[in-house]
């Protein structure tokens, strides 16, 4: 029993989030399941009591974060843990079938989404103990993994480079790579990539990043 601890799930309708909600509810949890229809909030509310506040909301759309801000300013004065499971399945797994219309909407919710829902609790985060964001990814989110992907085994080698602080337009005020230098340092780096394997992050010139 978690006595005046609260939660926040996205996708709390069906699914591993509703199950989520289920769990951290018995559990005595002040619950916000975020839901998208109107049926489901009004199913979780009469399930589960006052201890239960649901929030209506579409992720894919900034609508949400102001939503998801009326929804804590009125009901707690705390969240303990958000938890952003909010997401879509994806129609074609390999690269030649998937679309860039697919992408986006994946991306409206996956990232978008979770970007919302945390941008709009962030300030209620504010437990001096402990307080979580959990975002629910998959092993399909593995960055390792999908650097490669479908040509893991084949003859293409996919890294991500980071290129320094690159004093450019788009660098930060205290860049201090020339661009000449950051490409030179690609260049150079690439011999040695070539007998490197692959899915890997890099800072050529200085290491491997974590993922
Ligand atoms: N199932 C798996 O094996 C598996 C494996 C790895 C990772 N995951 C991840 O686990 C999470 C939950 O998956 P699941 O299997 O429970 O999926 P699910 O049964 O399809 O449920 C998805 C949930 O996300 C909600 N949702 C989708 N788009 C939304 C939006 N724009 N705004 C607000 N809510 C939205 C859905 O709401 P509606 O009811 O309104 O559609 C639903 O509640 C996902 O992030 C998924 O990628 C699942």
Redesign the pocket.
Do not use: F, I, Y
């Given at each position: 029993m978690s006595a005046n601890r609260s939660v926040l799930i996205?996708?709390?309708?069906?699914?591993?989030?509703?199950?989520l909600q289920s769990a951290f509810a018995a559990d005595g949890w002040t619950n916000l399941p975020?839901?998208?229809?109107a049926e489901?909030s009004v199913r979780l509310k009469e399930r589960w009591g006052g201890a239960c506040v649901p929030i209506v909301?579409?992720?894919?759309?900034d609508g949400?974060i102001a939503t998801i801000e009326k929804a804590l300013g009125e009901n707690v004065q705390g969240l303990d843990v958000l938890i952003?499971?909010?997401?879509?399945?994806g129609k074609a797994s390999r690269l030649a079938d998937v679309t860039s219309g697919e992408i986006l909407e994946l991306f409206?919710?996956?990232c978008l989404?979770a970007f919302r829902a945390t941008q709009a609790a962030a300030p209620w985060l504010r437990n001096p103990d402990r307080a979580f964001v959990i975002n629910?990814?998959?092993?399909?989110?593995s960055l390792a993994r999908n650097a490669s992907g479908e040509f893991a085994g084949s003859n293409v080698s996919v890294f991500a480079v980071h290129p320094g602080k690159v004093q450019t337009a788009s660098g930060s005020s205290d860049a201090d790579v020339p661009p000449a230098v950051a490409a030179a340092r690609i260049l150079r780096w690439l011999d040695a990539a070539e007998r490197d394997g692959s899915a890997r992050f890099v800072e050529p010139g200085v290491g491997e990043l974590p993922w």
């Open positions: 996205t996708g709390a309708g069906r699914g591993l989030g509703e199950a975020l839901v998208r229809k489901q909301a579409d992720l894919s759309s949400a952003n499971n909010a997401g879509l399945g409206g919710v996956h989404g629910v990814s998959s092993r399909l989110g």
